[in-house]
């Protein structure tokens, strides 16, 4: 048993970075419909650029999007958009921001139908990828299908996240509920 090849070929402190995240988040299931937001939207922010930049800058967006919490998001105004395009901590990308704050209203709106951002993607588990991607599409803002991929396969949603030989696998297998243990 080893870990994934992509972790075993990198090296110094870009190794640190990503096998931290490997090891203890990529893969595993989130029950905290801001933690999904978060992801979400880290995802969304790194679209045309390198994870290891998204890693890199998570503090950051932590602080500047208010520990992702989505009310407060849903609820930004335009003085907050200008100080997130203002803010050199996180990708300043004006569509990427304003997803941001479209998404978390419509998680807002997911939280009342279904009790949960967590519940609406657990109605959803049996989706193929080309369905996921065709609902994210009709729910969400500037989600395209490399960012679904990514998102859904980085909290346990579909397969991929870990080469089966993974040392960290099993740990994700056995931290998935049952229904979603494939």
């Known amino acids: 048993m080893s870990y994934c090849s992509a972790i075993e070929t990198m090296s110094g402190d870009k190794k640190a970075l990503h096998k931290a995240y490997h090891d203890k988040l990529y ?3 989130i029950h905290d419909d801001n933690e999904l937001f978060c992801r979400l939207i880290l995802e969304i922010n790194q679209a045309g650029l390198s994870w290891e930049t998204i890693l890199k800058k998570e503090a950051s967006f932590r602080k500047a999007y208010h520990n992702f919490n989505i ?6 105004t335009e003085a907050d958009i200008q100080r997130l395009l203002a803010d050199a901590g996180i990708i300043r990308n004006k569509l990427k921001v304003n997803a941001a704050i479209e998404n978390a209203k419509t998680i807002l709106t997911l939280q009342k139908e279904y009790g949960s951002f967590e519940k609406w993607l657990e109605r959803h588990a049996a989706h193929t ?3 996921w991607v065709k609902l994210f599409k009709k729910t969400f803002r500037f989600t395209g299908g490399e960012i679904v991929n990514e ?3 980085s909290i346990g949603y579909l397969h991929g996240a870990h080469t089966e030989d993974c040392l960290i696998y099993k740990k994700v297998l056995k931290a998935k509920p049952v229904w979603n243990r494939r």
């Open 151 to 153: 998102f859904l396969m």
């Open 27 to 29: 893969g595993f299931p």
């Open 71 to 76: 009310k407060k998001i849903a609820s930004y």
């Open 129 to 131: 990828k080309d369905e």
